[in-house]
């Protein structure tokens, strides 16, 4: 069984903070709905769990409504590893396999969210990822750089981030048992050694972060129809 954990309980802080931006629309739907549409027309996800802000509980009930796969709702955390940990807490008992996404990245797609499970599937994680291709600066704190990074080898790391339920699971478990902060899925696993696997991205998989991705958001929302 493959469980999705689709998170909506950020601050949206650099959004102007206040405001849930899982809830501002675009083209006569929310940015939440976006993602949660494709994850319910993904054929291989049978079930999804969402992560809410506590203060949106009644607007993500009845937006969840709408979705057959929808299975639980819970809290979010002060930090996303805490969040995530309270999704996973909600999975189905059978889950063998499940798929981690930031409800803003509203462009994701099902043959994407598949992909990743495949990899998780065959490999342990599969995580959606880019290649890095702008000339990448280290600077110190006077904004001087310091030198020019390799970028053959880098990659920006998106959602869904797929791992089987159990190594998942162990990954956070030691995370919180050492008392460090993560920031994604990826980072938990490596914590255990585990190999960590990319799937390529073949489109831009945007995250609404500032006011202005809400403009591109729209602009690529209207040239897929």
């Not at 499970?117 to 704190?141: F, L, M, N, P, W």
């Not at 956070?172 to 994604?184: A, L, M, N």
């Not at 696993?189 to 991205?201: F, I, M, Q, S």
Request: net charge positive.
């Amino acid at each position: 069984m493959v469980t999705a954990i689709v998170l909506a309980a950020g601050r949206s802080t650099r959004m102007g903070g206040g405001i849930n931006k899982q809830f501002l629309e675009l083209l006569g739907k929310p940015i939440l709905w976006y993602s949660l549409t494709a994850f319910e027309q993904c054929g291989a996800v049978n079930a999804i769990v969402i992560v809410r802000r506590p203060d949106c509980a009644e607007q993500t009930e009845q937006l969840a409504r709408g979705f057959k796969k929808v299975v639980a709702l819970t809290d979010g955390g002060v930090e996303r590893q805490n969040s995530v940990w309270n999704g996973l807490e909600k999975c189905p008992t059978n889950t063998e396999i499940v798929a981690v996404h930031d409800g803003a990245r509203l462009l994701v797609t099902p043959q994407l969210i598949e992909a990743t499970i495949q990899s998780a599937r065959t490999h342990g994680t599969g995580i959606a990822a880019t290649k890095v291709v702008d000339t990448i600066k280290e600077a110190d704190e006077r904004r001087t750089i310091l030198r020019t990074v390799d970028r053959t080898k880098l990659w920006a790391v998106q959602t869904p981030q797929t791992a089987r339920y159990e190594l998942l699971r162990r990954a956070y478990d030691g995370v919180f048992k050492q008392g460090v902060i993560v920031t994604d899925e990826a980072a938990a696993v490596e914590r255990l050694g585990e190999p960590v696997r990319l799937v390529d991205t073949p489109f831009l998989n945007l995250k609404i972060t500032m006011p202005s991705d809400l403009v591109v958001a729209e602009a690529l929302l209207r040239v897929r129809g």
